[in-house]
């Protein structure tokens, strides 16, 4: 038969704990060193890809991300251009400026939902890939955007002209902008107020005097409709 005798491990030397006190100290400081750089790498990657104003995608991120969102579904592409926004520059500074496209920017996000790509590609001027929009979903859309804003300047409003495309997912991310701005452009030149059209493939090919007004269906917009509205 074999005893096996249990004895106490022998206490660690004060230089032995001060030594893994020590390891365990620079192991430490170390990672917390590299937490940081991460954490300042990802906010400089942040800032990079994002609008430092609205907080969308600048064109530069936005461009990639649209152009996958158009490979993998049909989808909706717009351009939003804001209507009477110098006004609001040259009577009431940039800052106030700055709050009006803020707003926008997040009633833009807010209505779209998260799954959309949303970016600002220019001064005043929004893009977006979202799924089909509905003819009603394109008014409350307008309607979102163009109420009164609160800013330091008090209550501020601008316009909105929205150029819809529906080209289907062979259509390159250009061919889907180049036809929201046809339609963008017909909304802004036919309508005092703005509001919003859409550029079909079929209407796409035949340019803007194709864009013309369409009776309204209650079904989400697709790539053989073409709406207007009635704002």
């Known amino acids: 038969m074999i005893f096996l ?15 893994l006190g020590a390891a365990a100290a620079t192991a430490a400081a170390g990672w917390m060193l590299t937490a940081t750089r991460l954490h300042a790498r990802t906010r400089q990657l942040h800032r990079a890809h994002h609008d430092p104003v609205t907080g969308l995608l600048t064109r530069a991120a936005f461009e990639p991300a649209a152009q996958a969102a158009l490979r993998h579904r049909d989808c909706t592409v717009g351009l939003v251009d804001l209507d009477g926004f110098k006004a609001v520059n040259d009577t009431h500074g940039h800052k106030a400026g700055d709050e009006v496209l803020r707003a926008v920017a997040t009633r833009l ?38 109420t009164p804003i609160p800013t330091n300047a008090g209550l501020l409003q601008v316009g909105v002209s929205l150029g819809i495309s529906t080209l289907d997912r062979q259509a390159t991310l ?12 017909e909304a802004k030149s036919t309508r005092q107020s703005g509001g919003w059209r859409v550029c079909s493939p079929r209407s796409h090919a035949a340019a803007l005097p194709a864009l013309c007004p369409a009776p309204r269906q209650e079904a989400a917009v697709g790539p053989a409709t073409q709406e207007v509205n009635q704002r």
């Open 109 to 146: 996000k807010t209505q779209l939902g998260h799954l959309a790509v949303v970016g600002r590609i220019g001064g005043d001027e929004l893009a977006f890939v979202t799924r089909g929009l509905r003819p009603g979903e394109l008014d409350m859309l307008v309607s979102a955007l163009t």
């Open 174 to 185: 250009s061919d889907a902008l180049v036809a929201a701005d046809l339609a963008m452009y």
């Open 5 to 19: 005798e249990w004895r106490p491990a022998a206490p660690l030397s004060s230089r032995s704990t001060t030594a």
